[in-house]
């Protein structure tokens, strides 16, 4: 088995710089065309909080029309919000846009237990019911694309899609996510800051801005020790693979086809899963397809999210 660092170095490490490589070129849809007129027009995401009946407090930012579609975004594990900075602003301001903290991540509280699953699930559920949203589009990235599926097989009139990026079925047994856990186990504390930018170095091929990275590293580094292993060990610990065909909303998986943790193999091993599912695979992509191309990111869940709320 390998080691979460003999994992890393098998991985392409990131090249920062302010040039990242051209996207895959695409002929422009009516999706993006007002994307791009709702990104000159749009006003900045504004940034609240809110206590939930769970029991905890979310930070998240909200943007677009409260008349529009409710899209709700779960970052992945140790990430926060920002995870999303390359994509909100790039997305129509038609949308009923969320992106949350969630518990233990970000400027959220951090209680002393509960980060598995179903906790996680069990606050988004509780989230909408604050906001006043009775169903959502749910797009997670790796640990919230399995939230996600979670809250559509726990709270399943609750969710109108799903958007999952850097998935699988299950992260139980997976190499790659025991071997990050031999090294987590070990941190006390603050999470070593080496540690940490590894990490999140590893997850990208292509390049991505510096700024962004160090802001990935920020929000990592704002979450305890405690927290990266419980978190972790709740992802661990669940296997829903076997109920994901219960899963009847349309779903769009997007992957890449150099993603570390995730093989292809597992990628399409989700699609088959699900009843109502299409995968969209980039060519020479890692773990994060929404940060190493965002624009064609944002384009592809417009046009998904177009269709499924006509």
Known sequence: MKTLLAALLTLPLLACGPAPEAEPTAAPSDTESLTQSSELSSSAPRERSIRLRTGVTLRYVEQ?????????????????????????????????????????????????????????????????????????????????????????????????????????????GNEVALGLKSVVDEQVGTVDPDFVREFQSSTFVRPVPASYLDTLVSESLKVPARVWQDSLDGLIAEDHSQRLRSIRVPVLVVGGDQDGFFPVAQQQALVDALPDARFILYPDTGHAPHAELPKTFVRDVSGFIKRVTR
Not at 88 to 115: E, K, M, T, V, W
Not at 140 to 153: E, K, N
């Open 64 to 172: 677009g029309s409260r008349r529009g579609p409710a899209v709700v975004f779960l970052h992945g594990y140790t990430d926060s919000h920002h995870t999303w900075d390359l994509n909100l602003s790039r997305f129509s301001r038609d949308l009923h846009i969320y992106a949350l903290d969630q518990r233990g991540h970000g400027d959220s509280s951090r209680p002393a237990c509960c980060y598995t699953q179903q906790h996680f699930a069990a606050d988004v559920a509780a989230f909408l019911d604050a906001v006043g949203e009775p169903r959502a589009i749910l797009v997670g990235h790796s640990m919230g694309s399995f939230i996600a599926q979670q809250v559509a097989l726990d709270y399943p009139r609750r969710v109108e899609a799903l958007v999952l990026v850097g998935s699988a079925p299950t992260v139980a």
